[in-house]
């Protein structure tokens, strides 16, 4: 099972506010997944970067996958308060299992 | 929304006791998972099933079992409850495996 680190591992900022986060591995893999866990749910898949370099974007949620398939980050700009929560990176491991990272916490405030 | 729920949602046991954790789906989803998360470490996978009767171990295995009689039933068990199993568990179902999981709300579990 190859290591999914991300970084940074905890986060506040102010509303408005842009950010990046990071999702790093020493291997290659065939896709990344990007979940969000808002307090007291399950996380929610938000999207599936598969190319490398490929770069998908969700509002004001920009996702990329490096050039290697060995990394991915993820850029909010504006921040707001309805974007706290924990984002989690995933690689398929194989056919039937996901393995997560470490994830990010972030904190919005208004 | 996906249809999972599970029960309990918060538990509070003692060490030595054993604990049943359910996860119920209405979406008729072939795999069924049970993750535990704790801070620091994202979610980690214990148990997966692949269909009625059939499962396999995830990451961090040690010390649950778990059973699946029917389609929409996952259960977890925890045969004697240590206080390294105080956790947060999640449920998640999935027809495609690993291309997209749908989560539960998560049961709360504390053993003293």
């Known amino acids: 099972t190859q290591l999914l680190e991300q970084s940074p591992q905890f986060l506040s900022i102010q509303e408005g506010e842009n950010l990046t986060v990071y999702c790093n591995s020493s291997?290659?893999?065939?896709?990344l997944q990007w979940y969000r866990q808002e307090p007291g749910e399950g996380p929610v898949l938000l999207v599936t970067?598969?190319?490398?370099?490929e770069v998908k974007k969700l509002k004001r949620l920009t996702f990329q996958f490096g050039d290697a398939r060995k990394d991915s980050s993820l850029h909010i700009t504006a921040a707001q308060p309805g974007d706290t929560g924990l984002y989690l990176c995933a690689y398929r491991y194989n056919t039937d299992k996901l393995i997560f990272g470490t994830g990010t916490r972030l904190q919005v405030f208004p | 929304d996906a249809g999972i729920t599970q029960s309990p949602r918060h538990k509070v046991t003692e060490t030595g006791t054993p604990v049943t954790l359910r996860c119920h789906q209405t979406?008729?989803?072939?795999?069924m998972y049970w993750y535990r998360q704790d801070p620091g470490h994202g979610l980690r996978l214990i148990h997966y099933s692949y269909g009625v009767k059939d499962t396999d171990k995830g990451e961090v295995s040690d010390g649950y079992s778990v059973s699946r009689s029917k389609t929409e039933d996952f259960l977890l068990t925890l045969e004697s409850a240590t206080s390294s199993q105080t956790s947060v568990y999640f449920c998640a179902i999935s027809n495609t495996g690993s291309n997209e999981q749908f989560f539960g709300p998560g049961t709360r579990l504390t053993v003293l």
């Open positions: 970067v598969v190319t490398g370099g």
């Open positions: 979406e008729n989803h072939r795999y």
């Open positions: 291997s290659v893999f065939s896709s």
